[in-house]
């Protein structure tokens, strides 16, 4: 790398890379529009996040042609977020650490973000690092054009008389991304607001910022033989395994999961003919559908399941469990949102069971509850244990994996309903298809969100409804004999 383009600066975004503003900010123009008589969805203002205050509020206000005097809501707006401020705004954990570092490492410092200064400058006070800190602020009224236009940075280069090639941009955001690399900039970008899979185009996309390096901001890179990796994998920032050691890894889980079970089935049977139940054993087959057995299985099986999955993305070193699998916690509207979002589906489903003449309650469920000895027991396995071990496999280490390979994250949704539908097959083709559907569900919410929360939540939330169903059913029959 020659000197006229060697990294000189790091130019940072504020809201997603250095604070945890955008929950704030987003509460604030919800509540601000809720003032006007207007009630907006959190999500309506993703599609704007990095654009500035102006769009961002705008934007929204477009969507739902609400006219609105934009200099007034914005006003009011920062009003709201500057309340939130003192008691609910945080930097990102490493965040004021890697600023340091690239000071030390003799590196100028810049913040261009496309909020206003008021704005600025009390985030950065609040997380100790005020605008004395910086060698260069820009802000959105210092440019004419926001991102994703690379006017920002530009300025920002220019501020700190340095080419833009000698400066290297850490964003959040996909327009951030856009904005960086139209000018002509190294960008890592870091998924602490848009999943990975959204960022790829900048040069290195970290999970989080306490991940980045110096190394990964100046593109130091080792030299290689012709023909080896490229020089890129040597700082890539540590992802989710690829495609084929997660399928193998997977396979492992899965291995262990049915031995596990196969145990249990042992020590069951065992039990059975020590107490005089032969009969049970009489159709093994029906064993699938013994509510007892079932939830004996689950419960000496899902810890076996979790804790591989845990141990093989704990290994990965370089990303945190929590990051791996998707543990990121969500606003209770939004998973009050998915929540009622499965709840239609399962409206839906049960209505075209009624209309084909089907039972809304699957037989197979039915004989379950009446076999299950101890219902407490049976609803513990199906509502939480199971749940918790399929989310955290299926939608947690799988979807990892498979999103980030070429499949992309709308295959990995597909391949991972796929998957979760087919182990059902203790169901009829319908009961099958009704799951694979609602793993399409599951998967977009994994896809939208990042997390697995709200697939637990709705999962867990699934098979209370069905255990409550067969409940009140078996209890209805009892009455009407």
């Known amino acids: 790398m020659n000197d006229a383009s060697r990294i000189r600066a ?12 955008e929950p704030l900010i987003n509460a604030a123009a919800v509540a601000m529009f809720k003032e006007k008589g207007l009630t907006v969805q959190p999500e309506d203002f993703r599609e704007f996040v990095g654009t500035g205050e102006d769009r961002y509020i705008g934007g929204v206000a477009e969507k739902y042609k609400c006219p609105i005097d934009l200099a007034a809501a914005k006003k009011r707006t920062y009003e709201i977020y500057l309340e939130l401020v003192p008691s ?5 954990p490493g965040a004021v650490e890697l600023v340091g570092a690239c000071q030390n490492a003799g590196l100028k410092v810049a913040v261009a973000s496309s909020a206003d200064r008021i704005k600025i400058d009390a985030n950065l006070r609040k997380i100790g690092l005020p605008p004395g800190t910086w060698d260069a602020i820009v802000t959105a009224e210092d440019v004419a054009h926001k991102k994703p236009a690379p006017d920002i940075f530009l300025a920002a280069a220019r501020r700190l008389e340095l080419a833009p090639e000698q400066c290297a941009v850490v964003e959040d955001s996909v327009n951030g991304v856009q904005a960086a690399k139209a000018a002509g900039m190294r960008c890592v970008a870091v998924a602490q607001t848009f999943p990975p899979e959204q960022l790829q185009t900048a040069d290195l996309v970290q999970g989080r910022i306490s991940g980045v390096t110096i190394a990964e901001l100046t593109g130091e890179l080792k030299s290689v033989a012709p023909g080896g990796p490229s020089p890129l994998a040597a700082v890539a920032s540590p992802q989710p395994w690829g495609f084929w050691v997660t399928v193998g890894f997977a396979l492992a889980i899965a291995f262990a999961f049915v031995v596990a079970q196969i145990v249990v089935a042992i020590l069951f049977s065992t039990v059975s003919m020590a107490t005089g139940h032969e009969e049970i054993l009489k159709e093994p087959t029906k064993l699938q559908s013994n509510g007892l057995f079932l939830a004996l299985a689950t419960c000496g099986a899902a810890p076996v399941g979790i804790g591989l999955t845990w141990l093989f993305a704990w290994i990965r070193k370089g990303i945190s469990v929590s990051d791996y699998l998707g543990l990121k916690r969500l606003p209770a ?6 929540c009622i979002g499965l709840l239609l589906l399962g409206a839906l489903s049960d209505g075209l069971s009624a209309l084909l003449g089907r039972p809304i309650v699957p037989d197979v469920i039915v004989e379950s509850y009446n ?3 101890s219902p407490p027991l049976l609803w513990f396995a199906m509502v939480i244990l199971a749940p918790l071990n399929e989310e955290v496999f299926f939608r947690g280490f799988l979807f990892a994996g498979l999103s980030r390979s070429r499949i992309g994250g709308r295959g990995a949704i597909l391949l991972t309903s796929l998957l979760w539908s087919v182990i059902h097959f203790q169901y009829d083709w319908f009961g099958v298809a009704t799951i ?3 793993g399409l569900l599951l998967g977009y919410a994994r896809l939208k969100t990042s997390s697995i929360i709200p697939t637990i939540l709705m999962h867990s939330l699934m098979n209370l409804v069905a255990t409550i169903q067969v409940a009140m059913l078996l209890w209805y029959v009892g009455e009407s004999n």
């Open 88 to 92: 609910r705004l945080n930097a990102f």
């Open 371 to 373: 076999t299950a000895w």
């Open 333 to 338: 509207k939004q998973l009050l949102r998915w």
């Open 436 to 438: 694979f559907v609602v």
């Open 10 to 21: 790091v130019i940072f975004d504020m809201d997603g890379v250095l604070t945890d503003s």
